[in-house]
Nanobody
C-alpha cells in the first residue's frame, strides 16, 4: 500500500518561498502521475500542480510562474517549490498519486498524504 507523507509547510511572509516535500513508501513512484492539491478554509480542494511519469507538468493558472513541481524517482520523492507566495496561497497542501500507470494530468487522487499547512501572512 502506497503511503505519502508531506513536509515543509509553515508560516511565511508574502513574497517568501517554501519548498514542500512528499515522501512515498510502499511502492515506487516511477510509473505514476503525482500531484499537489490544496484546500483553503471554507473552499473546495483544488489542483495546484501535477507531474507525469515522463516529467510533463501541469500548473493551475493561479500558480503558474511561481510554483515548480519536480520528482526524484530514485528517492521516491516529489517536491513543490513555491516562490512569490501570496496570502491567497494559504491552505493545507496535499500530495496525491494516481494509481493508473502512465496516466496524465489532471490526476485522479487515489492515494493521499495527511497534508501540510502553508500560511502566508505578514
Amino acid at each position: 500500500q502506497l503511503q505519502l507523507v508531506e513536509s515543509g509547510g509553515g508560516l511565511v511572509q508574502p513574497g517568501g518561498s517554501l519548498r514542500l516535500s512528499c515522501a512515498a513508501s510502499g511502492s515506487t513512484l516511477y510509473y505514476y502521475t503525482i500531484g499537489w492539491f490544496r484546500q483553503a478554509p471554507g473552499k473546495e480542494r483544488e489542483g495546484v500542480s501535477c507531474i507525469v511519469a515522463n516529467s510533463n507538468r501541469w500548473y493551475a493558472d493561479s500558480v503558474k510562474g511561481r510554483f515548480t513541481i519536480s520528482r526524484d524517482d530514485a528517492k521516491n520523492m516529489v517536491y513543490l517549490q513555491m516562490n512569490s507566495l501570496k496570502p491567497e496561497d494559504t491552505a493545507i497542501y496535499y500530495c496525491a498519486v494516481d494509481s493508473r500507470p502512465l496516466s496524465g494530468c489532471p490526476l485522479r487522487g487515489d492515494f493521499w498524504g495527511q497534508g501540510t499547512q502553508v500560511t502566508v501572512s505578514s
